[in-house]
């Protein structure tokens, strides 16, 4: 599978940004959970925020009510809208995919071991 990452750019304190990763694969779209990672410098990655193809959605207690993780099927694409951003947001941001084959989950995981395929990677800057 291939994710590819854009959307992100710099921002002011307070504003927003709207993440896309466009997922290219032979398997169905909904056979995988999809989750956003951050990483800063000299950190490990963190999962952020994961969604199913139920609509069951996980998020990092830090982004709680400021960013929304979204997929649409038919675009065959994840998202992230983060509103009210933070100079500790400043991060890489990554999607990743699970393996498809895999027994699913009661609730969309944020742990990295869960994820086999990785985006590249797309910087957000957030100035104070």
């Known amino acids: 599978v291939q994710l590819v990452e854009s959307g992100g750019g710099s921002v002011q304190s307070g504003g927003s940004l709207r993440l896309s990763c466009v997922v290219t694969?032979?398997?169905?779209?909904?056979?995988?959970?999809l989750a956003w990672f951050r990483q800063l410098p000299g950190m490990r990655r963190e999962g952020i925020a994961a969604a199913d193809f139920d609509g069951r959605t996980t998020y990092e207690d830090s982004v709680k009510g400021r960013f929304t993780i979204s997929r649409d099927k038919s675009k065959k694409t994840l998202y992230l809208q983060m509103d009210r951003l933070k100079p500790e947001d400043t991060a890489i941001y990554y999607c990743?995919?699970?393996?498809?084959?895999?027994?699913?989950?009661?609730?969309?995981?944020?742990?990295?071991?869960?994820?086999?395929?990785w985006g590249q990677g797309t910087q957000v800057t957030v100035a104070s």
């Open positions: 694969s032979e398997d169905d779209f909904n056979n995988y959970c």
């Open positions: 990743a995919a699970d393996d498809p084959g895999g027994l699913g989950y009661t609730t969309p995981p944020l742990a990295e071991y869960h994820y086999r395929d």
